[in-house]
């Protein structure tokens, strides 16, 4: 099968180019104006293309790469083959992400599938929802009555935007995403089969039975969110769920009803949030940490994958385990298990 590149560069671009764009300084003996074509990893790359080392792990590799030019740590740039020019910088993924956006800015957000310029004339405006000019809606989309979407913005085929709805500028809802009482503001990138603004969790428990309790809420995003494939985040029960600027959330989380989270966080797949849990700027949850309800997760807190936690945690902070607790801890408690899980073999060893 013929490979085929569906985001192909945008033209070459020269060494000088690029230590201009990211700061980074151009190692001695390197030609400022080679150009090179693309991107590639480490153990991939052409002469022509430019790779990264962010990790030391992967050394080895950039020991022997035949790429044209690597972004590196300066501790490691004395490691760069013969004809490989290093572009030494504090941060080589950074570097990297800044020349990817410069060669391939059709990667940076989902574009229409359809190549459509405005509204489809198979997809569902309602008369009395208020498109500003330039935006666009793919084939099968539905947009609700009352509903207002800011110039530039994409919906994608057969996502759903619910009454009453706003969506801001320049921002994307992916095909089959659902939207419903939400406030969405300006550079929004929501992917494929999210759906916000659902009801939250909510029932009074009784023993004859579960009373639904009604979630008269809604969602508040914030400018520059980024949300998954398949999140969901409920609308509030009696008062807003609320994702803070430019917060990144992963594919495959969970946020209840009354969640707020602040600015700059990020949340890894399968995670989830339970109700009413508040989160500060700049934390980050890894994939399948578990918060339960009512917590305040303080700044600059990070949970570590699969961690379960079940009681506030201060700024700062870094856990694991589950229950969560202080890293340092849960590793020392794992390596002492680890210890008396060895001796225990050899004890039966020695009966043998």
């Not at 390197?30 to 693309?38: H, K, V």
């Not at 020991?63 to 972004?71: C, D, E, L, Y």
């Not at 020019?85 to 391939?104: E, G, N, S």
């Not at 202080?326 to 008396?340: D, G, Q, S």
Request: net charge neutral; proline share 6%.
């Amino acid at each position: 099968m013929a490979k085929i590149n569906f985001f192909p560069p945008v033209a070459a671009i020269a060494l000088r180019e690029i230590a201009q764009l990211t700061g980074a300084a151009l190692g001695p003996g390197a030609d400022p104006e080679r150009l090179l074509r693309d991107v590639a990893p480490l153990d991939e790359a052409s002469p022509d293309e430019l790779a990264f080392l962010d990790n030391p792990h992967y050394l080895d590799l950039f020991r022997s790469t035949r790429a044209g030019a690597v972004f590196v740590a300066p501790r490691y740039a004395g490691e760069a083959p013969a004809g490989c020019a290093v572009l030494a910088t504090a941060q080589p993924y950074r570097a990297m992400a800044q020349i990817l956006a410069k060669l391939h800015p059709d990667a940076l957000k989902p574009r229409s599938i359809f190549g459509e310029s405005g509204v489809s004339p198979a997809a569902f405006v309602h008369s009395a929802a208020r498109l500003e000019a330039g935006v666009i809606v793919d084939p099968g989309a539905v947009i609700g009555p009352g509903a207002e979407i800011g110039a530039g913005t994409l919906i994608g085929p057969n996502a759903v935007i619910g009454a009453g709805v706003r969506i801001g500028r320049g921002g994307v809802v992916g095909a089959q995403a659902t939207i419903a009482c939400a406030l969405i503001g300006d550079r929004v990138i929501i992917h494929p089969g999210a759906h916000i603004g659902q009801d939250g969790f909510g029932f009074a428990l009784g023993a004859r039975g579960h009373l639904k309790v009604p979630q008269i809420g809604r969602v508040i995003i914030q400018d520059d969110v980024e949300i998954g494939a398949g999140v969901t985040i409920d609308r509030g029960a009696n008062r807003d769920t609320v994702i803070g600027e430019g917060t990144k959330i992963d594919n495959l989380v969970q946020i209840a009803h009354n969640v707020v989270i602040g600015r700059h966080c990020i949340l890894v797949a399968q995670s989830g949030v339970s109700g009413s849990t508040i989160i500060g700027d700049f934390a980050a949850l890894g994939g399948q940490a578990g918060l339960t309800g009512h917590l305040t997760i303080g700044a600059g807190a990070q949970i570590a994958a699969q961690a379960g936690v079940m009681a506030d945690v201060p700024a700062g902070a870094k856990l694991a385990g589950s229950p969560a607790r202080p890293i340092r801890t849960h590793h020392r408690e794992v390596t002492a298990l680890r210890k008396l899980a060895e001796r225990g073999s050899a004890r039966e060893s020695g009966a043998d």
